[in-house]
């Protein structure tokens, strides 16, 4: 498959502990990297190979995979969370670049 | 601090051509590979086409293969997309892109200018 597919949406409690995943054949074999997007804003680099965080991002992201699933999670998700969450990744062959159809986090 | 400022944007009729441009500043452009990445208004993110540091390694999505033509000018710190046989299809914001190594196909995209928007239609 050369798709990385994603939930449309999902919602957290304020405070609560929430998890975006992001499912494809080639993350068997590459790393998936996480963006965040806020709405009329460029996307922002949260998360690469796997479990890394650039400086300036909160230690409440993390990252993690298993077998053909990549997962984003928040641990203790704020309201400056709510966003639009994009995973990418190559796909299966390497000579191509994919990014999943993203995900609307919603802080309630 | 690491600035990407993408121009060329426009109204164009389809079938049409247009060449966006993006200039770097705050890094050294010719030690990292560049990227364009679109996103067709209220919809996601799509890769476009990605450039090695120096030109030697070059990689297009399918659906702009044989259309667009990534290239760049390290003397002049810019990045270009020329685009042909423009469609409807291809209407988006026009990101470009600061992978975070020298590659192309290198998936963390570092830094992001704030795009262009090209809109294609009659």
């Known amino acids: 498959s050369s798709e990385l597919t994603q939930d449309p949406a999902v919602s957290v409690a304020l405070g609560q502990t929430v998890r975006i995943t992001c499912q494809g054949d080639?993350?068997?074999?590459?790393?998936a990297t996480w963006y965040q997007q806020k709405p009329g804003q460029a996307p922002v680099l949260v998360i690469y190979?796997?479990?890394n965080r650039p400086s300036g991002i909160p230690d409440r992201f993390s990252g993690s995979s298993s077998g053909n699933t990549a997962s984003l999670t928040i641990t203790g998700a704020q309201a400056e969370d709510e966003a639009d969450y994009y995973c990418?990744?190559?796909?299966?062959?390497?000579?191509?670049?994919?990014f999943g159809g993203g995900t609307k986090l919603t802080v309630l | 601090e690491v600035q990407l400022v993408e121009s060329g944007g426009d109204l164009v009729q389809p079938g049409r051509s247009l060449r966006l441009s993006c200039a770097g500043s705050?890094?050294?452009?010719?030690?990292?590979?560049m990227q364009w990445v679109r996103q067709a208004p209220g919809k996601g993110l799509e890769w476009v086409s990605g450039?090695?540091?120096?030109?030697?390694?070059?990689g297009y999505a399918d659906s702009v293969r044989g259309r667009f033509t990534i290239s760049r000018d390290n003397a002049k710190n810019s990045l270009y997309l020329q685009m042909n046989s423009l469609r409807p299809a291809d209407t988006a914001l026009y990101y470009c892109?600061?992978?975070?190594?020298?590659?192309?196909?290198?998936?963390?995209?570092?830094?992001w200018g704030q795009g262009t928007l090209v809109t294609v239609s009659s």
């Open positions: 990418n990744s190559r796909d299966s062959s390497g000579y191509h670049l994919l």
């Open positions: 190979n796997k479990n």
């Open positions: 080639s993350l068997t074999s590459f790393y």
């Open positions: 450039i090695d540091w120096n030109s030697g390694s070059i």
């Open positions: 892109v600061r992978a975070w190594g020298a590659n192309w196909n290198d998936v963390r995209f570092a830094y």
């Open positions: 705050g890094f050294t452009f010719d030690d990292y590979g």
